[in-house]
T-cell receptor, first 111, second 115 residues
Framework: DAMVIQNPRYQVTQFGKPVTLSCSQT?????MYWYQQKSSQAPKLLFH???????NEADTPDNFQSRRPNTSFCFLDIRSPGLGDAAMYLC??????????FGDGTRLSIL | AQSVTQPDIHITVSEGASLELRCNYS??????LFWYVQSPGQGLQLLLK??????LVQGIKGFEAEFKRSQSSFNLRKPSVHWSDAAEYFC?????????????FGTGTKLQVIP
């Protein structure tokens, strides 16, 4: 089945230690998104790639970066994680005006 | 700017009872509307979508939703709830913006199903 895969499912890192979350897709969608979801809250869009074009949301902290080396993969880099960055990170993809497809997320914990 | 309101943070229903989850949206044009479901520790799964046409849309797992433009609502319904429906439900409104779809989610309704 075509899908969105996030690795790892659970990630633990230390305060201030850089961390990278991974997302891959077999849907061949041209748009990939990263969302942050804190407990009992709605997903919050951090940024998205439309093909190779990176689009940052205005309120996304500089601490969050992203890379998309090819159509299938997209990475979320957190340069210096703080305690407030502990959350579920969701990757999603879409094509045209079709609904977004989500991965199962990566739960990030900060020690 | 688009926005979504889900007035019920938490709902409890008995297994076999009917369910209606409320959703109100704000958007200047005809919106794209979605309902997603999220089980604990999982991603979001699309239940159904409305783009245009018939205002009553059918989704997966026996869910349906009705778009009412006059009320700016898109309520989710199910005639008979199963224990496996316990999850969090997110209503969302989407808008095309420069080739991608910007989606705004409501704050979610957590559904508890009791035997």
């Amino acid at each position: 089945d075509a899908m969105v895969i996030q690795n790892p499912r659970y990630q633990v890192t230390q305060f201030g230690k850089p961390v990278t979350l991974s997302c891959s897709q077999t849907l061949n969608h041209n748009v990939m998104y990263w969302y942050q979801q804190k407990s009992s809250q709605a997903p919050k869009l951090l940024f998205h790639y439309y093909d190779k074009d990176f689009n940052n949301e205005a309120d996304t902290p500089d601490n969050f970066q992203s890379r998309r080396p090819n159509t299938s993969f997209c990475f979320l880099d957190i340069r210096s994680p703080g305690l407030g960055d502990a959350a579920m990170y969701l990757c999603a993809t879409s094509y045209g005006n079709q609904p977004q497809h989500f991965g199962d997320g990566t739960r990030l914990s900060i020690l | 700017a688009q926005s979504v309101t889900q007035p019920d943070i938490h709902i409890t229903v008995s297994e076999g009872a009917s369910l209606e989850l409320r959703c109100n949206y704000s958007y200047g044009a005809t919106p794209y509307l979605f309902w997603y479901v999220q089980s604990p520790g999982q991603g979001l799964q699309l239940l159904l979508k409305y783009f245009s046409g018939d205002t009553l849309v059918q989704g997966i797992k026996g869910f349906e939703a009705e778009f009412k433009r006059s009320q700016s609502s898109f309520n989710l319904r199910k005639p008979s709830v199963h224990w496996s429906d316990a999850a969090e439900y997110f209503c969302a409104v989407g808008a095309r913006s420069g080739g991608y779809q910007k989606v705004t989610f409501g704050t979610g309704t957590k559904l508890q199903v009791i035997p």
